[in-house]
Structure formats: structure tokens, C-alpha cells
């Protein structure tokens, strides 16, 4: 079983910046790909950001070059730094994982339980 815990969402102004963080805990052998999604009222849980175990990137269109995920492999620890923030970045933000299991080596996916991030005009 892995636990995921978000930090560091909030309110913030137009063109601000914010830095989500996302620890994983428990056992397993391994953490492997980690990223962000985000789910707005009314809309449907979307990709902003992924990472591999071995750094590889991937953004949704809207936060390219805003918006930098890195990880930290020795914490299991993955961030978004999130800057010139718009009113439309404003949901909530969740953190997922895939981690393999520590002894039968599946791999299954976890998510966090969101932290929300607002952003006003």
C-alpha cells in the first residue's frame, strides 16, 4: 500500500507562483512514474504534468512553460512549481503514482486526495 500527502496548494493572485509538493510512503519496491492532474468544478480530471523514474517530462499544452515537475527519488518525492498562475489553473490538484508492489512486482496506480489551488484576478 502507498500513501501519497500533497502540500503547499492555496490562494494566490494572477501571475503568482505556488509550489505543490507529493511525498509517498508505505512499501513497495518501487515508485515509478509520478505526476499531477487537476479537476476543475464541472470538469473532467485532466493530465498537467508527468515524470519518469528517470526524469522524463511531460506537459499538458496549457502549462508549458509555466509550470516545471521534478522529483526528488531518494524523498519519493515529486513537485510542481507553478508560476504566472491564471485564474484558470484554479482546481484541484491531485497527486498519482504508480508504484510495483513489494513482492509480487505488479504495478498499480495510487492518487493523493487533493489539494486545492485558487486563483484570483
Known amino acids: 500500500q502507498v500513501q501519497l500527502v500533497e502540500s503547499g496548494g492555496g490562494l494566490v493572485q494572477a501571475g503568482g507562483s505556488l509550489r505543490l509538493s507529493c511525498a509517498a510512503s508505505g512499501r513497495f519496491f518501487r515508485i515509478n512514474a509520478m505526476g499531477w492532474y487537476r479537476q476543475a468544478p464541472g470538469k473532467q480530471r485532466e493530465l498537467v504534468a508527468a515524470?519518469?523514474?528517470?526524469?522524463?517530462?511531460n506537459y499538458a499544452d496549457s502549462v508549458k512553460g509555466r509550470f516545471t515537475i521534478s522529483r526528488d527519488n531518494a524523498k519519493n518525492t515529486v513537485y510542481l512549481q507553478m508560476n504566472n498562475l491564471k485564474p484558470e489553473d484554479t482546481a484541484v490538484y491531485y497527486c498519482?503514482?504508480?508504484?510495483?508492489?513489494?513482492?509480487?512486482?505488479?504495478?498499480?496506480?495510487?492518487w493523493g486526495r487533493g489539494t486545492q489551488v485558487t486563483v484570483s484576478s
Open positions: 515524470i519518469t523514474s528517470g526524469g522524463s517530462t
Open positions: 498519482n503514482t504508480e508504484a510495483t508492489h513489494y513482492t509480487t512486482y505488479a504495478r498499480y496506480d495510487y
